[in-house]
């Protein structure tokens, strides 16, 4: 199994380890529940070392508007955003952040379980001018939550003028960290990248400020009460990124890439099925597989589950086939867990918005 | 409950002299946060190793077997409440269920504490 560099750290805090995708990960570190509530309400900090760091240098900008659909054109130096790969039929290769440092120069953060199949895509849809080049030495850490920036503020002050999905180079004894303003928990906070035994440093001074180590379980339930999709669960190569609910990042008006043609076609006719999201009116935690039923009719499948530790209920989603469940219809909606039909309500996204505190 | 007053089975759950089924604190610690809890009706009966309550965590859903046979006589209504006392106390407020026992006899045929404190070491790892 692949190891990260904090691997020992995580082995020495006690952490239970899980194969995730090919790497050895904690799952958890004093338990899932108490570490979402940290997220939630204080700060959290995540090994990211196994996702993909990759740069793009030269004719960049032609390349990624041409192999990502979201509109490049619309980043400016030391921002990012959040695009998709797609296959020429519109099927999710998979879903990533692009960055722009200036327009010959782009770091992309794709999925661990992906990293092997997007580093060979880009590369065979790349032209003579463009170099594309994993980084293989670095390590990543995302630290999240409200007093993110207050654990921040020791560390890297440098970087706390950071506005939402903005990137930026920052000097650090003797080496350079990039520190991005974006995560995957609904939170505020960062994301840092550098080379691995500068985050190895890094790591236990972050601890120390205040933040608490957090495992791939809270990471799960954090995302899935945003309604984020995970690669592997939510996209794969067999749904399109409109059934996916992701036309958000889709730019038909940028001008061709890679998957509009077949996009545009299914934009026309209306996606066959589409992502729902439910959640269940009684005891129980849908899962992966567990069967979609409307109106006692088997619709589609749930492709992530879970409780949610925040609204204390079964949420999840998933693909449904929207002639035998159309969006709004009026029906009764079930996830059929161990036998039984629990009875669900669809829910929009995100399940979780963070409550507006007045003084 | 004292453990040492328990009896245990190979699948973690332990049972007292007077019938009262729980989980052993080895497994409460696998199963991880303890998120619901669907305990048995009463008056159902069970055979011994026949699955008998849920249990579900964040990541995973876990059946609990009846430890001996015999037929439900109380529920625990507080772990359906607050499952959390499931991790908290499985030994005292964290039981699951009570149980008349077919033959009480079975229950002898169990692990000790000590017996089962052995089984961990050599089962688990």
Redesign the interface.
């Known amino acids: 199994m692949k190891k990260t560099p904090f691997n020992d750290l995580h082995k020495q805090a006690g952490a239970r380890l899980i194969d995730f995708g090919g790497w050895e990960m904690p799952v958890q570190f004093q338990g899932i529940l108490a570490e979402h509530k940290a997220v939630r309400e204080k700060a959290g900090l995540f090994d990211i070392a196994h996702m993909g760091q990759v740069w793009v240098w030269g004719e960049a900008f032609d390349f990624l508007q041409k192999v990502t659909t979201n509109d490049v054109s619309k980043l400016k130096p030391g921002q990012g955003q959040y695009t998709l790969l797609c296959r020429e039929d519109g099927c999710v290769v998979d879903d990533l952040y692009v960055y722009k440092f200036d327009e010959h120069r782009y770091f992309l953060v794709v999925n661990a379980s992906r990293r092997g199949v997007d580093v060979p895509w880009l590369k065979s849809h790349a032209a003579a001018g463009v170099k594309i080049e994993e980084r293989m030495d670095g390590a990543g850490l995302a630290l999240q939550g409200p007093s993110a920036e207050a654990v921040g503020r020791f560390l890297f002050p440098g970087a706390l003028h950071l506005k939402k999905n903005e990137i930026m180079e920052l000097p650090w004894e003797g080496s350079t960290l990039i520190v991005s303003c974006t995560g995957y928990t609904g939170e505020e906070g960062f994301e840092i990248f550098g080379e691995a035994p500068v985050l190895v440093a890094l790591y236990p001074r972050i601890l120390a400020a205040g933040a608490v180590p957090c495992g791939l379980g809270a990471r799960d339930t954090l995302r899935l009460e945003m309604g984020y999709r995970l690669y592997g669960n939510d996209l794969d190569e067999k749904h399109s990124a409109l059934e996916a609910g992701l036309s958000w990042v889709v730019k038909f008006e940028k001008g061709d890439f890679l998957g509009r043609e077949s996009l545009l076609r299914e934009k026309e006719k209306g996606p066959a099925r589409r992502i729902a999201a439910f959640k269940l009116k009684e005891k129980g935690v849908p899962r992966h597989g567990h069967e979609i039923l409307f109106n006692g009719r088997r619709v589609g499948e749930v492709t992530s589950g879970t409780f949610s530790p925040s609204l204390s209920v079964g949420i999840g989603m998933g693909y449904v086939d929207n002639a035998a469940f159309p969006k709004g219809a009026e029906g009764s909606l079930a996830v059929k867990i161990h036998d039984r039909a629990v009875p669900a309500e669809a829910a929009a996204l995100p399940f979780y918005v963070k409550p507006v505190h007045v003084l | 409950m004292n453990p040492n007053d328990l009896r245990f089975t190979k699948t973690h759950e332990w049972i007292a002299a007077d019938g009262t089924v729980g989980i052993s604190d080895h497994a409460q610690h696998e199963i991880?946060?303890v998120?619901?809890v669907?305990p048995p009706k009463e008056g159902k009966t069970f055979k011994a190793e026949e699955p008998a309550c849920?249990v579900?965590?964040?990541?995973?859903?876990f059946d609990i077997y009846a430890p001996v046979a015999g037929v439900v006589t109380a529920a625990n209504k507080d772990v359906a409440a607050n499952p959390a006392l499931v991790n908290q106390s499985p030994y005292e407020k964290g039981w699951l269920y009570k149980l008349t026992m077919t033959s009480p006899s079975d229950r002898d045929k169990l692990m000790t504490h000590a017996q089962y404190q052995e089984f961990l070491k050599t089962a688990t790892h």
């Not at chain 2, 579900?56 to 859903?61: D, G, H, L, T, Y």
């Open positions: 991880t946060d998120v619901f669907d849920a579900e965590s964040v990541k995973a859903a």
